[in-house]
């Protein structure tokens, strides 16, 4: 198996593209598939300033570290949701890229706020950890996006995730989620910060290789959570058709993106009648949550600074001269 681009041995092979690359084409192809991406769907603008959501895995890191290289500045946000060890690992894993890119990275610890991590919190709720854990996600995502001043929020996202979040929702005729899952969602006003996935097309195989060459130390483990969800049965189902038919996980992906509804037809979502920000119901879950089994205290979101300066290598001339 050879390297399409340079002829040396391959190794990767890529079915989905029906081509096999070496370490270094590998890398670079990699790169230029996010930058693109960025640029095609505008994702990102000049002005814009970017967060990205860390948790310490694979895609979050690595899209961390590739939007560093080609240009477009940013920095981190890590969620504590109080697992234990495995919330003390990827902290760790995320304030190392911080150090390696030169950048800020702030966390929300939820501890702090409740006394209890998201294991404890759902037991008293009587709700599935990963269903609670995605709300207060993206309530706190997007507060620290707008408190800190940044105006656009990345998240890791990869193909395998949304094809299987695709798939489970077709499968249950979910329709009020089915067009709320494209590759960026406008923001509204001072309240919504505008949500960006730059992996949207790229695979789940793809990022973790990117990450193993690019020598980046990430958390192996899944979240001890996620034993049994049912989007690990589709990631496993549709890798199953992609073994037999490749390219099938990207054309589903694909095609939703050709056929999402005008997210700007939308309507403004209501807000928070206590801390402003979006809610369907008067008060907000997480004002709720704060209510009944809040410390006290307001929720706080620390600020590290990097223990050194970027040594970043910046590819942002080669991401421009692909376009
Ligand atoms: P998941 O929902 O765990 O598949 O994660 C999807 C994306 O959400 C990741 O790629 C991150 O960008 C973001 N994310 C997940 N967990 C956290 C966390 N604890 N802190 C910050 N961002 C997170
Ligand atoms: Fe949220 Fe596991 S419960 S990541
Ligand atoms: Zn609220």
Redesign the pocket.
């Known amino acids: 198996m050879k390297c399409r681009v340079c002829g040396k041995e391959a190794n990767i092979r890529l079915s989905a593209y029906n081509t096999a690359l070496c370490a270094d084409d590998f890398l670079t192809f990699f790169e230029r598939r996010v930058t693109r991406a960025v640029q095609k769907y505008h994702l990102i603008d000049q002005t814009d300033s970017t967060l ?4 310490g ?1 694979k ?2 890191l690595s ?1 961390w570290y590739i939007l560093n290289r080609a240009g477009y500045l940013s920095d981190g ?5 109080g697992i234990d060890e495995y919330s003390r690992v ?1 902290f760790e894993k995320a304030r190392l890229m911080a150090d390696r890119l030169g950048r800020r990275i702030y966390r929300f610890s939820l501890p702090a706020l409740f006394q209890k991590g998201i294991g404890d919190l759902s037991k008293v709720m009587r709700r599935a950890p990963c269903s609670l854990c995605g709300v207060l ?1 993206r309530y706190l ?1 997007n507060k620290a996006c707008i408190d800190a001043g940044y105006t656009v929020l990345a ?3 990869n193909l395998d ?1 949304e094809a299987s979040a695709l798939f489970g929702n077709l499968l249950y005729w979910k329709e009020a989620y089915l067009y709320k899952k494209s590759i960026s969602l406008e923001g509204r006003g001072d309240y919504l910060a505008k949500k960006i996935k730059p992996f949207f097309l790229c695979s789940e195989r793809e990022a973790a290789a990117y990450a193993i060459l690019s020598r980046i130390d990430y958390v192996y483990e899944e ?1 001890p959570y996620s034993v049994g969800a049912k989007t690990l049965l589709y990631k496993e189902l549709l890798n199953k058709i992609e073994v037999t038919s490749p390219a099938t996980k990207i054309r589903f992906v694909k095609g939703y993106l050709e056929r999402v509804k005008e997210q700007e037809a939308r309507p403004d979502p209501e807000r928070c009648a206590r801390c402003g920000y979006p809610s369907y119901t008067e008060t907000c879950n997480v004002c709720r949550l704060v209510e009944r089994f809040g410390t006290g205290e307001a929720i706080r979101i620390e600020c590290f600074e990097p223990a050194q300066a970027t040594a970043t290598p910046d590819i942002s001339a080669k991401a421009d001269a692909v376009v």
């Open positions: 990205v959501a860390v948790s895995g895609d979050s899209l946000i890590y969620i504590d949701l990827s996600k995502m998240t890791g996202h995730d979240c």
